[in-house]
């Protein structure tokens, strides 16, 4: 029974984290900000936050250190919508697996534009009869 309220409250909080981040945050160091998922503790004391961040590694950072300096927001944000008795404690971690699949991506693009050009299409060359 506990875990399927966990999930209910990690769906909450991530939820309210995304709409705050879009909607009412007003740091401008947090920016192309993605919560991807959220894990909460089993007694929902802490939770985990994973974001995506969409830039260099200098956007990262500069947006992981605007969430750590908003966490007291955000927190304030969840324990209005939670009516639960201990406001979970945010942490946020930096999830690259968006970048990571982007970065696969382009790779096998380049892949396949290059195995287009090693191999010639049947109507490029004439067929020798023999």
């Keep these: 029974m506990t875990s399927r309220r966990n999930a209910k409250v990690a769906q909450a909080i991530r939820e309210t984290v995304s709409t ?3 909607f009412h945050l007003r740091d401008p160091r947090v920016q192309h900000v993605t919560v991807t998922r959220v ?3 089993g007694d929902l004391r802490t939770a985990r936050i994973y974001v995506s961040v969409r830039g260099d590694e200098r956007t990262e950072s500069l947006s992981m ?3 750590n300096s908003a ?3 955000l927190q304030s944000r969840i324990a209005d919508r939670l009516k639960i008795r201990h406001t979970p404690v945010l942490r946020f971690i930096l999830d690259d697996g968006i970048k990571r699949s982007v970065e696969a991506a382009e790779i096998i693009s380049n892949m ?3 195995a287009d050009c090693d191999n010639p299409s049947p109507g490029e060359y004439p ?3 023999q």
Excluded: T
Aim: no cysteine; glycine share 12%; net charge negative.
């Design 20 to 22: 705050a981040i879009l």
């Design 39 to 41: 894990e909460v503790a």
């Design 65 to 67: 250190h605007g969430l």
């Design 71 to 73: 966490r007291g927001f």
């Design 112 to 114: 396949l534009n290059e």
């Design 127 to 129: 067929i020798e009869h």
